[in-house]
């Protein structure tokens, strides 16, 4: 199929039922492992040093997801993650606040009150996050409660057995009813891509999920190994490029799970800059899940200002 | 929001001492020439004079070759082959551990970037003596016959665009299998084959065995045609391979060659579209285009013409040109002022043609020898483009229909030396591997490169094999 000549008309067509649909990512052009991995390879070696590095820094703070979803998640531990997203480091207040804090739906409430005000948005993972085994009644009914509490933002995941069995319609109409669920609410689509294992897969569930209205696609829940890698988010982020080019419309990515470095960061970075291109360098396309990556983050970042490392006990826990 | 720009990240030239002058490496010693003389090598980014190096004459070639035949007759012939091996995996580590310094000095004399230097080159130079290391005691294995032999002195020729890998191809079959060598690097990148033959004296290789002489055409001439020589071995332009063959025709030396090419880079519609474009890229801007086996022709699938050529104007758009030595250039200079003109000669003859010329834009630098990366369009089998090798950052795209199409078009050349098919579709990879007249066949990669892998051409590319256990064949006397 051609990506670059398909109108907005024809994909509206092509989720006109099951069969065109399936027919339609099945007919998606393959992505070469070897190929797809020696580029992720290729563009990890990029040497981010002085002022890029010191923008790249600012602008990965600026994409974090600060994250708790931990069955122990209180009240209190969930305040500590909003101070610290409002004021990353307390000895630098120049250091930018993050994007956006993502609890579980119980406890969007607190983190809204806590962020009032502030212009970080509530993210919550809804739809029987992380394994999404549950009624599509449970799943909107997850989701309303989030965004009733106040939730900017919604996180789901796909039935991953329902798209490894080819039940790509259930898929898409799931996802169709939570993104109505939503309503004003962004909607995050988490792939899981550790669980769908090929890339090949991954570009039609990064397809999959854009068609059927997913504001961002995401690659992990973080509860998953392999979580996001460099390779899986490059082929997602050629996926919302194409989109785009189809389209006109600019979807996120969001990798999650496992970015814990600054260093590693910065080949995201690079990544979107040279595939999606500079457009998608903004936190309204794209976000980092991580959390222990904002640490290493504000330490290189002071290791750039001072010409020195500070000890880990120099930054706050949470 | 500003955009993303990556700073300046040279690579340092302090770990790299280039002297000001070098002389000839004859014996195991550097030695000053006595019928030559000296000329000047020069980094291509800046036109900035790197070293003086000497030229050979006649009365050093027939030095080098008589060291060389010494050596061969009283040290490196008779020596067993697990001792050789040692010499060889000693040179093996020393390029290891001086890779850093070997890549920065063969971007600063070749122009290349510094990522493909320190990434590629380097590596493959290594594991070339490591390889062949490997077979220096197992040469009754290597399927020529029960007790091989060695050929006895190798002329050896090799040119500017890989410098130390091809040294390394050259020289490291050559001495495991038990022949000493005259090696002559290309008169515009000479440094890495001298450093090279430091390492040779770190590595107490016995005199003679390795010796490298600098020079232009006249001293490869001189050494070609010396009748103490008993093996040729060239790399570079047909044109010079032909008369290397005149000359070497009627006389008992044995000869491979590995010349020019045309490569076909075929994409069908059903290719994995984002790394065919890796592909096409790497392909044909892989070293500035200064690749023998470059996929200089591409053949796209009229059904996918347009996706393909928007995807690739895309990509090229982020290549990166400039400073070698920046780690993240990903084009680097044109090697010499002579090769700048050919490719500006044939691109305009491209365009004479009637054929559409694109470049990304991109600021080039001022001073040194620079081409953008360039496609043509529009371009047929009956244009010069399409023929000739340009050898620069310049693509021919062309279109082809049915499978059989390709093939009968891929061929259509006077080259045969690689060529690279994109599909999904095994049973078609196959297909096309047996019907393409070329050395090397890659299937959704190009331009990779491994040592137990052999390389050469058919017709015009030259004959003979190098890598693997043919490129020890190329060595041996059976």
Known sequence: MTTTDTGVDSLADVTSSEDRLRRFLLGLPGVDQVGAEARAAALSTRSIKTTAKAYALDLAIQMIDLTTLEGSDTPGKVRALCAKAKRPDPADPTAPQVAAVCVYPDLVATAKFELRGTGINVASVATAFPSGRSSLAIKVQDTKDAVASGADEVDMVIDRGAFLSGRYGLVF??????????????????????????????????????????????????????????????????????????????????????????????????????????DWLDPELFRFGASSLLNDLLMQRTKLATGHYPGPDYFTLD | MSRFEYAPAPESRAIVDIKSSYGLFINGAFTEATDGKPFKTVSPASE????????????????????????????????????????????????????????????????????ESRDVDLPLVAAHFFYYAGWADKLEYAGAGPDPQPLGVAAQVIPWNFPLMMLAWKIAPALAAGNTVVLKPAETTPLTALAFAEICQQADLPPGVVNIITGAGRTGQALVEHEGVDKVAFTGSTAVGRAIAKTVAGTPKKVTLELGGKAANIVFEDAPIDQTIEGIVNGIFFNQGHVCCAGSRLLVQESVYDEVLARLKRRMSTLRVGDPLDKNTDIGAINSAEQLARIRELSQIGEDEGSERWSPECELPTQGFWFPPTVFTGVSQAHRIAREEIFGPVLSVLTFRTPQEAVEKANNTPFGLSAGVWTEKGSRILWMANQLRAGVVWANTFNRFDPTSPFGGYKESGYGREGGRHGLEAYLAH
Request: net charge neutral; charged share 30%; aromatic share 6%.
């Open chain 1, 173 to 278: 109409d799931e996802i169709a009813a939570i993104r109505e669920a939503a309503g004003e609410a962004h909607l995050k689509v988490i792939l899981e891509t550790g669980e769908l294992v090929t890339y090949d897969n991954v570009r039609r569930a990064s397809w999959l999920a854009m068609l059927a209205g997913a504001d961002f696609i995401k690659t992990s829940t973080g509860k998953v190994s392999p979580a996001a890698t460099l390779p899986v988010t490059l082929v997602m982020l050629e996926a919302v490029r194409d989109y785009h080019e189809s389209t006109g419309l600019h979807i996120g990515v969001k990798p999650a799970g496992g970015i814990r470095t600054a260093k590693d960061a910065i080949k995201y970075l690079v990544t979107v800059n040279e595939t999606a291109g500079p």
């Open chain 2, 48 to 115: 900035e004079v790197l070293a003086e190096v000497s030229e050979a004459g006649p009365a050093d070639v027939d030095r080098a070759v008589k060291a060389a035949r010494k050596a061969y007759e009283k040290v490196w012939g008779p020596m067993a082959g697990r001792d050789r091996a040692k010499y060889l995996y000693r040179i093996a580590r020393l390029i290891q551990e001086r890779s850093r310094e070997l890549a920065v000095l063969e971007s600063l004399d070749n122009g290349k970037p510094i990522r």
